[in-house]
């Protein structure tokens, strides 16, 4: 089916307690990793009005626990044509080149950016030049970083200070559950739960003329991964349910040096860096033999999905429940300077990685795709926009290159920004209400209250919320039936697994009206069961093996049928609609956007464009 099909609205969203307060605001950012908080900062330096909402503290999503660094071409020797060759090469055929190259081009300069913001990274101590490293699949070393393997905690901390020191609004502990439109169908704000201490109906509303999606991955969607336990796809459930295309969501990297902590383990598991391998350590089974030399002109260091599938291959081969990592060459010192919180993590399950292996296996990672996004990072609902892991920008293709994912969420952040600051963030048009929207609710504490209902409006939620024990049986029947080795029966059995969920809670509702009392735990499970309905029908309907997508009866890449992207979008039926692009391009982005409209009497929107503007770009 061709892509150019627009896909309807969806008229869907999370049943929930109508919102007892509300804020204003020029631009609203959901999520507090380096993708959020660039936006937050670019935007409030040319005095845009901002509110950064985070599902946590601002310090504890994703980019908190990268380890391995960021990659860029800041060596001698090395160029962004380079970065690019390398960052395609992984993204198996997939990746917009166009994409590709605005992240390697503008990269250097925003770590540079970002360095100027505070952000401290090793450096010699002798000449002050910032120490490179190298990763999977880079043929250079290109990757800076901080803390020897805690990275993210330092980018975090450079740029929540700046954030603070900014005096940016900022909403913690607060679940978004849906977003908000105006009588255009443009993005007006979301809804969202603040998860405040014996407050149990905390629903309120923040509403502004640009909304941001930085809300991380989906990596609790599987039983084991080295995400945090926010990470249940929100972004993306919530870009689907307001008519959003998303994209390549089949394409989950797992990462193929997880601590392995047994059979039954679940949840966030420790994360043993790449870097480890960049240094030098070798993959070995139970005997002591490298398995990957030969498999791979890279060996250890070939891209992830080649590595996750040559430790699984051998794990099958040998009815081993892991494989080795073996570092002991790099002696005490190394491992306390370079190493010093894998070390510590290893010590703390009984592991010394200083005189044996390390156990480990794959585990689910990152989302290479996401919400579909053009090169400004807007996505296909006027005024909603979409960067870091929850969007799919172009550059990962099938499988993201080591430490591109910090640096897209720079690069794209700051085009974000500077989308947003110098054409105008339309606000809600307070003008023609209608039956629906609900009457403006003083703000706790809130510097301003609205003076009038905004003609903004969400979904009606009358769909039924899965349990909170219903999250685990979702991560189980994924981990079965979607993990690292996939197949047609197991991807059908999941998918109808999956159904069985959905329809059984759909029908109790209907027969009984009962459902789960709405609530965090609740919202979360029912956000897992969407996102892993959407991952598993894209899944089923690639037909081939690609990057990190490996389906087992059908082992090789088909590019004449299969180099093309699958869009889904959510129908106000609740059913999926998965169609395939017609070529490994996104189809061109076309939407015309009304003129800005105060958001209150004597609101002046940030800036204010005067005449209707029509977008177009040929990437997504």
Request: hydrophobic share 40%.
């Amino acid at each position: 089916m061709s892509s150019e099909k627009k896909p309807a609205a969806a008229g869907v969203a999370l049943r929930a307690p109508a919102p007892g307060w509300a804020v204003e605001a020029d631009v609203v950012v959901v999520g507090s990793g380096v993708a959020g908080l660039t936006v937050a900062l670019r935007c409030a330096a040319e005095g845009a009005k901002v509110t950064v909402v985070t599902k946590a503290r601002l310090d504890d999503g994703s980019t908190r626990w990268a380890q391995g660094g960021i990659a860029a071409a800041l060596g001698e020797g090395d160029t962004p044509e380079q970065h690019l060759d390398d960052t395609l090469v992984a993204g198996a055929g997939l990746c917009d080149e166009a994409a590709v190259r605005t992240l390697a081009t503008e990269g250097p300069d925003a770590v540079r950016r970002l360095i100027g913001t505070g952000a401290r990274f090793d450096a010699d101590d002798d000449t002050g030049e910032i120490l490179l490293t190298r990763e999977g699949g880079h043929h250079r070393r290109r990757i800076v970083h901080a803390g020897g393997d805690a990275t993210g905690a330092e980018v975090s901390r450079a740029l929540v200070e700046a954030v603070r020191a900014a005096g940016i609004e900022t909403v913690e502990n607060a679940l978004v559950l849906d977003l908000l439109k105006d009588a255009s169908g443009r993005a007006a704000g979301v809804t969202l739960h603040v998860m405040g201490e014996g407050r149990h109906d905390g629903v309120g509303a923040v509403r502004a003329g640009a909304v941001v999606l930085a809300t991380g991955g989906m990596g609790q969607v599987f039983s084991a991964t080295t995400n945090p336990a926010v990470s249940t796809g929100d972004g993306v459930a919530l870009a689907l349910r307001a008519g959003a295309e998303v994209s390549d969501l089949e394409f989950v990297q797992f990462h193929p040096t997880v601590l392995w902590l047994g059979p039954e383990a679940e949840g966030q598991q420790p994360l043993v860096s790449e870097a480890v391998r960049g240094e030098g350590a070798y993959l070995v089974d139970a005997d002591g033999v490298r398995f990957m030399k030969g498999q791979h002109e890279l060996a250890e260091l070939a891209p992830r999905d080649i590595v996750a599938k040559g430790i699984l291959r051998r794990m099958l081969e040998q009815g081993a429940e892991h494989m080795y990592l073996d570092a002991r060459h790099f002696g005490a010192r190394m491992w306390e300077h370079r190493f010093p919180t894998i070390l510590a993590a290893c010590r703390a399950h009984g592991i010394d990685p200083v005189t044996e292996p390390i156990p480990v296996a794959p585990a689910a990672h990152y989302a290479s795709g996401g919400v579909r996004t053009d090169l400004s990072g807007r996505t296909t609902v006027p005024g909603l926009y979409a960067c870091g892991e929850v969007a799919c920008t172009g550059v990962h293709g099938a499988n993201r290159l080591a430490s591109n994912s910090l640096l897209e969420g720079l690069v794209f952040a700051e085009r974000i920004a500077a989308d947003i600051t110098s054409a105008g963030t339309p606000t809600a048009d307070p003008t023609t209400a209608d039956a629906t929207t609900p009457e403006a609710l003083e703000a706790p504490e809130a510097p301003e209250a609205p003076e009038a209902a905004a003609d903004v409006t969400a979904a009606a939620g009358d769909g039924p919320l899965l349990p909170p024990e219903a999250r685990y049986t979702i991560q189980r029947i994924m981990t079965a039936g979607a993990g690292v080795l996939r197949s047609a029966e197991s991807l059908a059995r999941a998918a109808a697994q999956l159904e069985r969920v959905h329809g059984e809670a759909a029908e109790r509702l209907r027969r009984d009206g009962k459902t789960a009392e709405p609530g965090v735990e609740s919202w979360e499970a029912t956000n897992l069961l969407l996102v892993a309905r959407a991952l598993v029908a894209a899944a089923l309907r690639r037909e081939e093996t690609r990057g990190c997508h490996w389906r087992e009866d059908r082992p090789d890449r088909d590019d004449p049928a299969w180099r093309r992207h699958l869009l889904v979008t959510l129908r106000p039926d609740d059913t999926l609609d998965v169609r395939t692009t017609e070529s490994e391009a996104f189809p061109a982005t076309r939407r015309t956007i009304p003129p800005a409209r105060s958001a209150r009497p004597g609101h002046q929107a940030f800036p204010s464009p005067t005449t209707p503007r029509t977008e177009t770009e040929s990437h997504p």
